[in-house]
């Protein structure tokens, strides 16, 4: 974990920065480097005697990709074992496919893709992070989708697994959005996060003490039908009265169409009620409002943000702030899933923690 954030160092270095003796460093870094992940070199020094032996930490010796899923598009985020992202791909999504057997072969075409496009050997892939829309459980399987109704009661992950020979971690998007923001978005250092997603579907991903909260059926967040009206109780999409999407309604406010302002208006209140409702609950140290709508600064985050603050009467201030990943988000909370879980199959050893992810620019 030294070498692969900061850079390459000497036995004797490692054994002193991290307080172990030389024979305990020598067997960890034996493991590494014949997993590939490490490469061993010999730096000189000014004196005599022998020269002392430096390890550096191999970044492109594997890769490690975050995939999210969705029906109108399916985005693959690839790193290197480091946490670099290298490649960013965005392909078509499950929706237009007939069955669930064509939905998950369109999934694995365009991780192949994604690999292919920058030049990148997919036979150095060493594992997946999933992102899905639906309640899934820790071992990857699909408890319950609306929006792909066919995966549901299936083991995506070993289905996954069996096609790409690598290991797979398999969560809900909103969630691994939550994880994102908190890893590298809008609620870095902040240990207890709400983040909620107001798009397409209405829905919540919690941190608790710095770690997403799954809850006793993995279905913590699935709020969508109770935070707000119009939510359609088969798809779970969210609806509007005066317009066929939040973009169309926003602008028949800005034209000034009365009635389309109400709804809007009506929305926001009914949000911030339950918005105020979670937050007395959970006590979060900021709230992150992602998903579409998150991106209406004047017409949507504003007056939510000033809507929460007057329903909630405490001594501090709770912070409502939009995402900074966007779009990016499940895939990238996809890729913190994959290091998290799948340590042992990235770097040979387990126990080594989740790098530092950096976006490709």
């Given at each position: 974990m030294r070498l692969r954030d900061h850079g390459p160092d000497s036995v004797n270095g490692l054994?002193?920065?991290?307080?172990?003796?030389?024979?305990?460093?020598?067997?960890?870094?034996?493991?590494?480097?014949?997993?590939?992940?490490?490469?061993?070199?010999?730096?000189?020094?000014?004196?005599?005697?022998?020269?002392?032996?430096w390890y550096g930490f191999v970044a492109d010796s594997g890769y490690v990709a975050g995939v999210d899923v969705g029906n109108a598009t399916t985005r693959v985020v690839i790193s290197d074992l480091a946490g670099e992202v290298l490649a960013d791909h965005v392909g078509p999504g499950v929706g237009g496919f007939p069955d669930g057997v064509s939905k998950l072969d369109s999934v694995t075409q365009q991780i192949r893709e994604a690999f292919e496009r920058p030049g990148l050997p997919i036979g150095k892939l060493r594992a997946v992070g999933l992102s899905l829309p639906g309640i899934v459980n820790e071992t990857g399987s699909v408890l319950a989708s609306v929006v792909i109704p066919e995966w549901t009661g299936v083991d995506i992950g070993g289905r996954l697994r069996e096609v790409l020979g690598v290991e797979v971690a398999v969560d809900n998007g909103v969630r691994l959005a939550a994880v994102a923001e908190h890893?590298?978005?809008?609620?870095?250092?902040?240990?207890?996060?709400?983040?909620?997603?107001?798009?397409?579907?209405?829905?919540?991903?919690?941190?608790?003490?710095?770690?997403?909260?799954?809850?006793?059926?993995?279905?913590?967040?699935?709020?969508?039908?109770?935070?707000?009206?119009?939510?359609?109780?088969?798809?779970?999409?969210?609806?509007?009265?005066?317009?066929?999407?939040?973009?169309?309604?926003?602008?028949?406010?800005?034209?000034?169409?009365?009635?389309?302002?109400?709804?809007?208006?009506?929305?926001?209140d009914q949000l911030a009620r339950s918005l105020a409702t979670l937050i007395m609950a959970v006590d979060p140290g900021k709230v992150v409002i992602g998903g579409g709508l998150s991106r209406a600064r004047e017409a949507f985050m504003e007056p939510l943000s000033a809507a929460v603050g007057g329903q909630i009467r405490l001594p501090f201030e709770v912070p409502v702030v939009a995402a900074r990943l966007g779009d990016e988000a499940a895939a990238h909370g996809a890729l913190v899933l994959a290091f998290g879980r799948k340590a042992k199959e990235i770097y040979g050893i387990g126990g080594m923690s989740v790098p530092r992810i950096s976006p490709l620019v």
């Amino acid at each position: 974990m030294r070498l692969r954030d900061h850079g390459p160092d000497s036995v004797n270095g490692l054994a002193a920065a991290l307080e172990l003796s030389r024979t305990s460093v020598e067997n960890v870094l034996g493991s590494l480097t014949a997993a590939g992940a490490l490469t061993r070199t010999t730096a000189s020094g000014a004196g005599v005697g022998r020269p002392s032996r430096w390890y550096g930490f191999v970044a492109d010796s594997g890769y490690v990709a975050g995939v999210d899923v969705g029906n109108a598009t399916t985005r693959v985020v690839i790193s290197d074992l480091a946490g670099e992202v290298l490649a960013d791909h965005v392909g078509p999504g499950v929706g237009g496919f007939p069955d669930g057997v064509s939905k998950l072969d369109s999934v694995t075409q365009q991780i192949r893709e994604a690999f292919e496009r920058p030049g990148l050997p997919i036979g150095k892939l060493r594992a997946v992070g999933l992102s899905l829309p639906g309640i899934v459980n820790e071992t990857g399987s699909v408890l319950a989708s609306v929006v792909i109704p066919e995966w549901t009661g299936v083991d995506i992950g070993g289905r996954l697994r069996e096609v790409l020979g690598v290991e797979v971690a398999v969560d809900n998007g909103v969630r691994l959005a939550a994880v994102a923001e908190h890893h590298l978005g809008a609620a870095q250092l902040v240990s207890d996060v709400l983040y909620l997603s107001v798009g397409n579907r209405v829905a919540m991903g919690l941190i608790i003490d710095g770690k997403p909260r799954r809850g006793a059926h993995d279905a913590a967040g699935d709020i969508g039908r109770l935070a707000v009206p119009g939510v359609d109780p088969t798809t779970g999409q969210l609806g509007w009265a005066r317009a066929g999407s939040a973009a169309e309604l926003f602008q028949l406010v800005r034209d000034g169409d009365a009635a389309a302002a109400r709804e809007l208006t009506g929305f926001i209140d009914q949000l911030a009620r339950s918005l105020a409702t979670l937050i007395m609950a959970v006590d979060p140290g900021k709230v992150v409002i992602g998903g579409g709508l998150s991106r209406a600064r004047e017409a949507f985050m504003e007056p939510l943000s000033a809507a929460v603050g007057g329903q909630i009467r405490l001594p501090f201030e709770v912070p409502v702030v939009a995402a900074r990943l966007g779009d990016e988000a499940a895939a990238h909370g996809a890729l913190v899933l994959a290091f998290g879980r799948k340590a042992k199959e990235i770097y040979g050893i387990g126990g080594m923690s989740v790098p530092r992810i950096s976006p490709l620019v």
